[in-house]
């Protein structure tokens, strides 16, 4: 058996499901527009260029729906689903995860976007593991704004990933091969500890390392 590890965001989806939502949350006017897209903008930017602290995008990227009901952010967060993520499930992408699945490996999707953006876009990729940022809750069940436990970002995502594997009485010595795919360098620590990373829609400066070391390069949202 194998054990496939997915990213998210540049790697099963040709885009980030974390900064969509926010310019959703903006046009259907939770959030305020220029200014909010403004810092969304901002911060995504970071992200790419590697420098996000991961606390303040998402006390600033929850605070458009986290005092709401949470019914009420749930409905709206499956209009996000239908509207924005459905039209960019693309095949190559469905039918890869698919093949892993099919094979009887182990999968799950590691992302540094939330549970509560990441989980119903998981369930409609057919994965039941994911790991993602964790939102802290209060006693409502309602986000506070905060992370609750270690992050899957960066250092974070080997954390998560081994803690995860260690409670279902695994390590990556009990499979035949450990896939990684992702198309960033934020996740270059996970990327170097498996068997085989797969550079998948890379970025240019991961798509730089991964020739140099002989990384597979896949790209899946190619058109012809």
Do not use: C
């Not at 890869?96 to 992302?111: I, P, Q, W």
């Amino acid at each position: 058996m194998k054990l496939a590890l997915f990213d998210l965001d540049g790697t099963l989806l040709p885009t980030d499901s974390d900064h969509a939502f926010g310019e959703f949350m903006v046009a259907i006017g939770w959030a305020e527009g220029a200014h909010w897209r403004a810092r969304n903008d901002a911060f995504y930017a970071q992200y790419q260029a590697g420098t996000l602290v991961l606390a303040d995008y998402l006390e600033f990227a929850t605070a458009a729906w986290r005092h709401r009901p949470v019914a009420q952010s749930e409905a709206v967060r499956a209009r996000f689903m239908d509207e924005v993520i459905a039209p960019d499930l693309r095949e190559p992408a469905m039918s890869l995860v698919r093949s892993h699945l099919e094979a009887g490996d182990l999968v799950a999707v590691v992302t540094a976007t939330n549970e509560f953006i990441t989980r119903p876009i998981a369930t409609a990729f057919g994965v039941e593991h994911l790991l993602a940022v964790e939102l802290e809750r209060d006693h409502n069940g309602q986000a506070t704004g905060a992370i609750r436990g270690i992050p899957t970002f960066r250092e974070g995502k080997v954390a998560r990933v081994h803690a995860w594997l260690e409670g279902l009485g695994h390590q990556f010595a009990d499979f035949d091969d450990v896939l990684f795919y992702s198309d960033s360098t934020n996740d270059l620590p996970l990327l170097e500890q498996v068997k085989t990373p797969v550079a998948t829609n890379p970025t240019p400066a991961l798509a730089a390392i991964a020739r140099d070391r002989g990384w597979r390069i896949l790209n899946l949202f190619e058109t012809p």
